[in-house]
Nanobody, 125 residues
Framework: QIQVAESGGGAVETGGSLRLSCSAS????????VTWFRQAPGKEREFVAG????????YLSDSVKGRFTMSKDNTKSTVYLQLRSLKPEDTAVYYC??????????????????WGQGTQVTVTS
């Protein structure tokens, strides 16, 4: 059974950058979709970025387009989320999730069976 684990969170000032990593164990990401969600205090979990491992198309939420990018390392079965130009409203716990959703459900948290523990990103003003 696949498991995922995130790393790379931390505290930065507005305008700063971070790189989050999500690594698979127990299986590789081949054939899966890998997606980042985030959840701020008192808010629902929201889609941030996602990709299907077998192709190079990435999907980004409108709130992070132009600031965040998602990439993968095939040799390490790891995906990265590069966060740039961070804003205080980006403060949240960021979760990596994987599963095999149909494309129309790729942005839906309910479509994923496997989740990491999350990594905190805090952006100070």
């Amino acid at each position: 059974q696949i498991q995922v684990a995130e790393s790379g969170g931390g505290a930065v000032e507005t305008g700063g950058s971070l790189r989050l990593s999500c690594s698979a164990s127990g299986d590789t990401f081949r054939g899966y979709a890998v997606t980042w969600f985030r959840q701020a205090p008192g808010k629902e979990r929201e889609f941030v970025a996602g990709m299907r491992w077998n192709n190079d198309i990435t999907y980004l939420s409108d709130s992070v387009k132009g600031r965040f990018t998602m990439s993968k390392d095939n040799t390490k079965s790891t995906v990265y989320l590069q966060l740039r130009s961070l804003k205080p409203e980006d403060t949240a716990v960021y979760y990596c999730a994987t599963g095999r959703p149909i494309l129309s459900e790729l942005r839906m948290a309910r479509a994923y069976n496997y989740w990491g523990q999350g990594t905190q990103v805090t952006v100070t003003s």
